[in-house]
């Protein structure tokens, strides 16, 4: 454990040096691999965006279906048609292809209209890609400053688009004043790497709670930790606070 209890204190002191106290946690992301046909849920409420790494150069779709699309070199924007009709609003339901070249890629969404917020969605480069963009990311550094990068990338949201993001809203039960929410898990492929990220509230209103990183550090939030952080060990009433746990994919537990 001299290993995880040294990026622990570490990462700790950068949270008043180095981080924002306050980051907007964004909105819901779906990534896209090129040649894979991807169920994607996007809002039929709202505009969303398509983020390419390279440059659009053609997106094909079905008009009819009340889509419409507009796009840049590096960006696109979807917007379902919103009907009004005998004093309903109607919004779109039914399933939409869309094909998407990017750089020499071809991505290949079926979009599923649904009443969520807007949705982003980011197309990768590939998994070889992928690997390659990750690992020059990281080169060259000792794994302990490996572990401290990503931490601060994820924090200020600097996430480089080589990584995969997973959002959710998943609740995991496991202190009594304490409401633990698991908000995304970002995979940092090549490196054998993820960070998971929480969000604490305290259950009980106008009370001051004190928390501490060893409590966190258990196998239903992480089985391999390498490293973890909080951004506020303090939470008074009204506060919350981010942790984020640095764990690996595979291998043994970390000693």
Do not use: W
């Not at 060893?214 to 942790?243: H, N």
């Amino acid at each position: 454990m001299t290993m995880l209890l040294a990026i622990v204190l570490t990462l700790l002191s950068l949270t008043t040096e180095a981080f924002p106290q306050e980051i907007e946690i964004p909105a819901g992301e779906a990534r896209l691999l090129p040649e894979v046909t991807t169920k994607v849920e996007l809002s039929n409420t709202d505009v969303n965006r398509i983020i390419c790494s390279g440059a659009i150069t053609d997106i094909v779709y079905s008009k009819e279906k009340g889509l419409t699309v507009h796009y840049t070199k590096k960006d696109a924007y979807l917007k379902f048609e919103v009907i009004k009709e005998n004093n309903r609003i109607l919004y779109a339901s039914v399933p939409t292809e869309i094909y998407i070249t990017c750089g020499a890629d071809v991505y290949h969404m079926i979009a599923l209209p649904k009443r969520i917020p807007s949705k982003t969605v980011r197309l990768s480069s590939g998994t070889l890609k992928t690997i390659q963009a990750n690992r020059s990311y990281l080169r060259g550094l000792p794994f302990e400053e490996k572990v401290l990068k990503l931490i601060k990338a994820v924090y200020t949201d600097a996430v480089p688009d080589s990584f995969t993001v997973r959002n959710s809203r998943k609740a995991i039960p496991l202190f009594r004043d304490l409401s633990l929410t698991q908000i995304r898990t970002i995979t940092v492929d090549g490196e054998g790497l993820l960070i998971k990220e929480f969000l604490i509230t305290p259950k009980m209103t106008g009370t001051t709670v004190q928390l501490k990183e060893k409590d966190f550090l258990r196998s239903e939030l992480a089985v391999r930790p390498v490293g973890i952080t909080i951004d506020r060990l303090l939470l008074k009433p009204g506060e919350s606070a981010r942790m984020l746990i640095v764990e690996r994919k595979g291998g043994p537990p970390h000693e």
